[in-house]
């Protein structure tokens, strides 16, 4: 494959203040280049917005390079503070946390055992924080709408999409997510599939973003699906050529639908990007994909979606009332 994304920013230019921000936009509620928080508006309007929520990938622009919350310093400064969390493992290989809650950090195998939250380990990531250009590190922040400023940015975000969409997001979705990546040169996302409606924002650096037609079931196959449902969303690809590729530069972002697979490939430069994602409330195909997939693993051989709807609104109902009692004992 070959990578379309050019060198933009070089490692000296991180060392400001701020990161590079994107072009500034005439809000649609008057001008300002450097809005507060409450008036913010992240989202260029779009007509695609409306047109292919959920159902197609599409380009978007955006203006969140703007904003204060993700200039260096308090992007280090967010870094530093999950990495001292406490945590249910106690030990990681360098930097690699696989099921880290809320922040996975890795690097390349090899280095010392490192006690999370301890002044090695923040040490360790402080370093490779630093040196992005260099340390071969990716770090993931898991729900950063739980800290101060991002998640009213969150509910910002939310309620502009229901404008640009004509969709009451609130009712659609359950709360939304906040997940920022910060990732060295050339580190790739391997292709899998998530849940989630996701809108991916690129704050600085490029990426390359090739999504994969989820509706084609000869690219991603029922079983697959089921699959996903059993743990395992780093399905096979069964197909070489994606649907299309975003070729992401800062002020630049892209829409992912449920279910459409999809991988990640950086550019030459340090990446940041905010991916925020909403789950459906109700999403039937997706309920008796579930269903199936437990019904699976007890012996049995379950009916694809849409072969018998009548079983298939039997197996989405207690589905969803399954799930519904489960997040209310859990209090999610």
Known sequence: MQRKASAIFSQEQFHGNTLPSAPTYISSR??????????FEAFLP??????????????????????????????????????????TASAAKG?????????LFH???????????????????NEAFDNMDTSETRIKLSNIHKI???????????????????VDFAKRYRPGLETLFISSPGQVTPYHVDEETNFLLQICGTKDVMIYDGHDRTVLTSEQIEDFFGGNCYVKRNVETPKMTADLKPGF???????????????????VSLSIGFELRQFPVAEVHRMNAYLRK????????????AMDNVKSTVMRYALRAKRSVLGA
């Open 46 to 87: 779009s007509e695609q917005f409306a047109s292919s929520l959920d159902t197609q990938p599409f380009v978007f622009q955006h203006r969140l390079g703007e904003h204060e919350l993700f200039s260096l310093p308090r992007l280090k400064g967010l870094v530093e503070q999950v990495g001292a969390l406490p945590q």
């Open 148 to 166: 101060e400023g991002y998640g009213e940015l969150l509910r910002n975000c939310a309620s502009q999409l229901s404008e640009l969409t004509g």
């Open 30 to 39: 008057g001008a300002s280049s450097k809005p507060t928080l409450a008036a």
């Open 298 to 309: 007890a012996g049995l051989e379950p009916s694809a979606p849409g072969a018998h709807p």
């Open 107 to 125: 690097r390349k195998a090899g280095g010392p055992r490192l006690v999370w939250g301890t002044p090695e380990f923040q040490a360790a990531l």
């Open 95 to 103: 930097l690699f946390r696989a099921a880290a809650n809320p922040g």
């Open 253 to 271: 972002g892209v829409h992912n639908p449920p279910f459409f697979p999809h991988m990640v490939v950086n550019g030459p430069s340090m990446s």
